[in-house]
Nanobody
Framework: QMDLVESGGGSVEAGGSLRLTCARS????????MAWFRQVPGKEREGVAA???????FYADSVRGRFTISQNNARDNLYLQMNSLKPEDSGMYFC?????????????????WGQGTQVSVSS
């Protein structure tokens, strides 16, 4: 079992920055894959960024160059640095994880999910 808790969301103006954190606990497996997804009401959850077990990063085209996914050395915290935020970046951001090499950005490939943190970007 893995527990994921997101934090760091908030309200900012367009052009601003936020840093999301996902605190991971409750497991012992050293091989896993993590990702950030976001969702707005009425739309499907979409992949934002992912990091695989080898540290390779993947990004949605809409955020590449503005967002950065990373982990701390202990790999118990996942981060999403979001710069140059746009109103269309608004939504609930979720942290997700899996042990079985999930095919990002497929939502159904990830087993463990946090409760989400809200990001609101005003124009």
């Amino acid at each position: 079992q893995m527990d994921l808790v997101e934090s760091g969301g908030g309200s900012v103006e367009a052009g601003g920055s936020l840093r999301l954190t996902c605190a991971r606990s409750g497991y012992s497996n050293s091989h896993y894959y993590m990702a950030w997804f976001r969702q707005v009401p009425g739309k499907e959850r979409e992949g934002v960024a992912a990091i695989d077990n080898d540290g390779l990063n993947f990004y949605a085209d809409s955020v590449r160059g503005r967002f950065t996914i990373s982990q701390n050395n202990a790999r118990d915290n996942l981060y999403l640095q979001m710069n140059s935020l746009k109103p269309e970046d608004s939504g609930m951001y979720f942290c997700a994880a899996d042990f079985a090499s999930p095919r990002w950005p497929l939502v159904g490939e990830y087993t463990y999910w946090g409760q989400g943190t809200q990001v609101s970007v005003s124009s």
